[in-house]
């Protein structure tokens, strides 16, 4: 293309140039790009449900793996097994069942569900003065009247054996129906949040030291 061709094209191109005013070769290039761009411009069928189908898509792979998967294991499934092949199955679910079960062991033979592990402890406060002694905690939701302890001899001893199960319980004793009282003989104690303090006990599991 000479030099004139492109100031020819350009003029074309901007409007100031009919397409019979260019040169024949320039003329049957642009005929030949304007018939391309026709061809593009075609419109193009989809088949019937892509749109459906890509939407479909896009939400699958939206919904997170752990999701998919539950979908799926909570979808009822049909699965085909030839009447032989049901049966065996049957009796190894079956079997499986009653190898589970709460109580029962691989022998076959049940065996006694195990009971929490209890430990006494004993709960003493010396209140030579006391006229009635109770024991309350978190373990009898901290009502005044909890747990009665005793003075059998009169020497202003009060105990109480308490059977409770391992853990870590905050308790305090409740003389005379009216007046609070910490153990003294308590290892720990912590603020209650109302001026006073809670002794703390620690029931060990049976066997522990």
Known sequence: MTRRDDELFDRYLEGRLSLDELPEDERVEELRIREALGTLRQDVRT????????????????????????????????????????????????????????????????????????????????????ASVHLTGDFVSWSPEGIALDDPRGTGIWTADVVLPPGVYQYTFVVNGTEWVADPRAMSQVDDGFGQTNSVVIVPAAGEA
């Open 47 to 130: 088949p019937a449900g892509f749109r459906a189908a890509v939407m479909s898509e896009v939400e699958r792979e939206a919904t997170p793996a752990w999701k998919r998967l539950a979908d799926w294991w909570l979808r009822p499934q049909a699965v085909r097994i030839r009447p032989a092949a049901g049966a065996l199955a049957f009796a190894a679910a079956l079997a499986a069942l009653l190898l589970l079960r709460p109580g029962a062991d691989p022998t076959g033979e049940p065996t006694a569900l195990s009971a929490p592990t209890q430990v006494v402890t004993r709960f003493v406060l010396v209140a030579p003065e006391a």
